[in-house]
């Protein structure tokens, strides 16, 4: 089993910059990859970002350039820099994974970008 606890959400204005964190209560060294995805009221939850344990990363389009996700495996820790936020970003923002065929959710840290 796998618990994840997200921080680092809050109300920022347009163009500036928050870091989420996803904690993880085991070692991420031996999980292959790990996401951050985002649910804005009235849609569907979309994937934000992931990481392997290579470090490869994958992100949303809407996303390529702004954020960054990163891994701190000494820590159990993956990272979503959240830079030149848009009022569009505003969503609950939820780390993800997989181990042994499980699916895990963090319970979600809410993201609010003002204009």
């Known amino acids: 089993q796998v618990q994840l606890l997200e921080s680092g959400g809050g109300l920022v204005q347009a163009g500036g910059s928050l870091r989420l964190s996803c904690a993880a209560s085991r070692s991420i060294v031996s999980i292959n990859s790990m996401a951050w995805y985002r649910q804005a009221p009235g849609k569907q939850r979309e994937l934000v970002a992931s990481?392997?344990?290579?470090?490869?990363?994958n992100y949303a389009g809407s996303v390529k350039g702004r954020f960054t996700i990163s891994r701190d495996s000494a820590k159990n820790t993956v990272y979503l820099q959240m830079n030149s936020l848009k009022p569009e970003d505003t969503a609950v923002y939820y780390c993800?994974?997989?181990?042994?065929?499980?699916?895990?959710w963090g319970q979600g840290t809410q993201v609010t970008v003002s204009s």
């Open positions: 990481i392997t344990s290579g470090s490869s990363t």
């Open positions: 993800n994974t997989w181990r042994l065929g499980v699916q895990y």
